[in-house]
C-alpha cells in the first residue's frame, strides 16, 4: 500500500485528473444551484418589500420611532380603526368594553363587539386584524346568527379580552 504514494503516476496523472473532476463539479453543478437559490432568494425579497409598503401604506402606525413609548392599547380606538380599514362602516359596529381588573400580577379588560349586517370576509379581515396587531388581545368567543335579506348577511358578537 506504501508503494502506490511513491509512484510517480499517481502525483502526475491521479491529483491532476481529480483536481479536474472537482472543477467540472463545481463549475457545472454547484455555480448553476447557488445562482438559482440567489434568483430565488432575491425574488422572496422583492416580493416580501412590496407587501412591506402594502402594509406600510395601510397601516402608517406600525412605522413608530423606536425612542417613541408604545402605544397603549385602547378598545375604542383600535376598534373602529380596524374596522374603517375593512370598510365596516361605524353604524353598523358597536362596542361595549369593561373596565379594567387587576389580578396579583397581571391587569386584564374585557369587551363586546357586535357587528351587524356584516358578511364573513369583512369579519374574517377584521378581527385577525385586530388581533394580530395587538398580541396581547385574545377572541374568548364569536356568535354567529345570520339575518334576513342577503344570504351572506351576519349579526356577530364577539367578546375580547386584552391582557396588560
Known amino acids: ?39 430565488k432568494k432575491h425574488n422572496e425579497y422583492d416580493k416580501a418589500y412590496a407587501q412591506m409598503l402594502e402594509i406600510l401604506n395601510l397601516d402608517p402606525d406600525r412605522a413608530t420611532d ?21 370598510n365596516i362602516p361605524d353604524s353598523k359596529c358597536t362596542l361595549s368594553s369593561k373596565g379594567i381588573i387587576k ?14 349586517d356584516i358578511d364573513i370576509e369583512s369579519f374574517a379581515k377584521f378581527h385577525d386584524s385586530l388581533v394580530f396587531r395587538w398580541p396581547g388581545l385574545e377572541c ?4 354567529l346568527t345570520q339575518t334576513k335579506g342577503p344570504p351572506d348577511t351576519w349579526r356577530i358578537d364577539i367578546t375580547f379580552k386584552y391582557y396588560y
Open 140 to 143: 374568548e368567543r364569536i356568535k
Open 1 to 39: 500500500m506504501k508503494d502506490i504514494y511513491k509512484n510517480p503516476l499517481l502525483y502526475y496523472i491521479g491529483v491532476p485528473l481529480v483536481v479536474g473532476l472537482w472543477l467540472l463539479l463545481v463549475r457545472g453543478v454547484y455555480l448553476p444551484r447557488a445562482r438559482e437559490a440567489a434568483e
Open 103 to 116: 389580578t396579583r400580577d397581571q391587569k386584564t379588560q374585557g369587551a363586546t363587539v357586535v357587528l351587524q
Open 66 to 86: 423606536s425612542n417613541e413609548a408604545p402605544k397603549q392599547f385602547s378598545y375604542s380606538s383600535e376598534v373602529y380603526r380596524v374596522a374603517r380599514i375593512c
